[in-house]
């Protein structure tokens, strides 16, 4: 596999490691697992260094406790690579790495799947790496300048494990503004020589969907919902169904090819209501979803849902998967607020036994405030919910420690 020359040219980690001390309460959570060491949280360092660094955490009586990934422009001073015990951070110790997640993923190949997560950053042992996988193409997103110099090694691991025909780079908001630590690499970029399809195919459970890594949100497509869109399938036969914030129709197809009878997707974006068109095409071959009745509505999911009260159109499922509402702490109740609202919403248009599915990405949110603030505003529309189950994270999406858990989900029956 040839890769493009841009690679040759980044800048190699300092062979001369950094040496830590850390304080009390940092070391003892670093004991107990966490992934980062913050930098309030260091108390002697050897000298200064540059993203990618490796760098050693010592205790106070100058044992190894960890090495990990150091960066000097975040918060997140080091991201821990390994605890307790040395090891060398080479092409082979990755290779390890990957190896593991793989088999955790493994039950996936066996379900018509070959579209997941391969890596899930801190929570598969490599904090602020994120490995994709779509059909033959990887997509690798960091959200660190402090992956850029071992990316290389990355790469060669990737080689000697996982089998692929294209390679691309996605970088998060915050590093695709730090120019002078990406040594001309940009977000989107292709690193295999060959360029592949703009649009890929790939499927999930059987059912074929595109995906744009190049351009799409995320790496292309919202991996982690896999599980709860089945349990959608199970519970769509005869239904009518109503997906809020659809995207590209996920959930919708799911719906459709578990027997559902009417599928009505809404997202605000134009080009995700048209990939949602295209992905009903990519499945007429499975009768459920060439025999479903589907309709695509770019608008605004608040505003469809009022519209739709005010017709008195209603739906046997009802499905709110909003994008992320609190970036940070302080937009939490706000966020709350918004759940409440798409709540009471969406069950003015459920019809009475129906199903609410509604879900949060939002970390900061916790899963008792999500869940308390739905049950608060189902009681206040006069319709409490009977809960049929909570979900959380597919096995492609492994929670290691607490910050790390991000989505909930709720399935409840409003009488």
Not at 4 to 27: D, F, H, K, V, Y
Not at 366 to 371: A, D, G, L, N, T
Request: hydrophobic letters at 40%; one cysteine or more; aromatic letters at 8%.
């Amino acid at each position: 596999m040839d890769f493009i020359p841009a690679l040759s040219q980044l800048s190699s980690p300092s062979a001369q490691r950094i040496a830590l001390r850390i304080s009390a309460p940092g070391e003892r959570a670093l004991k107990q697992g966490h992934p980062w060491v913050f930098d309030q949280s260091i108390t002697e360092q050897s000298h200064e260094g540059l993203p990618g660094d490796l760098a050693v955490i010592f205790d106070d009586k100058r044992s190894f406790l960890a090495i990990g990934l150091y960066d000097p422009t975040s918060p997140i001073r080091v991201r821990i690579l390994q605890a307790t015990k040395p090891a060398p951070i080479d092409s082979t110790w990755y290779q390890e790495k990957i190896k593991t997640a793989d088999a955790i993923r493994a039950p996936l190949k066996e379900q018509a799947t070959n579209g997941y997560r391969l890596i899930h950053g801190e929570n598969d042992g490599l904090p602020g790496l994120v490995i994709d996988r779509y059909a033959e193409t990887l997509v690798v997103k960091l959200y660190t300048p402090a992956w850029v110099p071992h990316l290389n090694e990355i790469l060669s691991a990737l080689q000697q494990t996982q089998p692929f025909d294209h390679l691309i780079l996605r970088l998060n908001r915050t590093l695709n503004k730090q120019a002078e630590y990406l040594y001309g690499l940009t977000d989107g970029l292709t690193l295999t020589a060959q360029t592949p399809e703009s649009l890929i195919l790939f499927k999930e459970n059987g059912i074929t969907f595109e995906c744009d890594p190049i351009h799409g949100q995320k790496t292309g497509f919202f991996l982690d919902q896999r599980e709860n869109r089945a349990r959608v399938r199970s519970l769509s036969q005869g239904k009518s169904i109503l997906n809020l914030f659809s995207y590209t129709g996920g959930f919708s197809l799911y719906a459709a090819d578990g027997g559902a009878k009417e599928v009505v997707s809404v997202d605000v974006s134009l080009p995700a209501a048209q990939a949602t068109l295209r992905n009903i095409e990519h499945n007429q071959n499975r009768p459920n979803v060439r025999n479903a009745i589907f309709e695509t509505l770019d608008q605004d999911a608040f505003e469809a849902l009022a519209q739709m009260k005010i017709s008195n159109r209603l739906f046997d499922i009802v499905i709110l998967d909003p994008p992320m509402f609190a970036q940070n702490q302080s937009q939490v109740e706000a966020a709350l607020t918004a759940y409440r609202r798409l709540t009471h919403l969406g069950l003015d248009v459920l019809k009475r036994g129906g199903i609410l599915v509604q879900a949060s990405c939002s970390s900061r949110v916790s899963s008792v405030e999500f869940f308390d603030a739905i049950h608060r505003s189902a009681r206040e529309s006069g319709r409490p919910l009977q809960e049929i189950e909570r979900t959380g994270h597919p096995l492609d999406h492994p929670i290691k420690y607490k910050e790390g858990a991000y989505l909930k989900c709720l399935f409840a029956a409003a009488p």
